[in-house]
């Protein structure tokens, strides 16, 4: 079990500074430079964990993302507990993960698209 508790955190540690990398590309594109240097000053960890001084700039999808994602990752720890508790194999425990590594993939996938393949189509 410990195992997969193991690869479930490091999934959420790697998605989650991808995901707030992801932001605050989006951010920096968006804000003046005037903006981008005043808001985080004097941000508590509160604010700046749950983007509290952005509510206007971050569109509500990229939020949805990130907080489902930060939500999922203790429902996806308590169904392996019990799944383990229920006397489940690991190939079957193993399918949670793979699910859950598979829905943080998802904000993953068109900014990858979009890179690897989107410069091509605006020089044609």
């Known amino acids: 079990m410990a195992a997969q508790i193991f690869a479930l955190t490091l999934i959420l540690i790697l998605m989650f ?3 707030r990398g992801w932001n605050a590309v989006y951010l920096h594109s968006v804000l003046r430079k005037r903006d981008r240097q005043k808001r985080p000053k004097k941000q508590s960890f ?3 964990f749950f ?3 952005y509510p206007d700039v971050l569109p509500k999808a990229r939020l949805f993302v990130y907080y489902a994602h930060m939500a999922l ?5 308590l169904l392996v507990w ?3 508790s ?8 193993g399918y949670v993960i793979w699910g859950y590594m598979a829905f943080s993939a998802i904000p993953i996938l068109p900014t990858y698209y979009r890179s690897r393949f989107g410069s ?3 020089k044609r």
């Open 82 to 84: 019990v799944l383990r």
């Open 17 to 19: 500074f991808i995901i």
């Open 46 to 48: 509160k604010e700046w």
């Open 73 to 77: 990752y203790p429902v996806a720890i």
């Open 120 to 122: 091509r189509d605006k």
């Open 86 to 93: 229920m006397e489940f194999t690991d190939k079957q425990i």
């Open 51 to 53: 983007y509290l001084r």
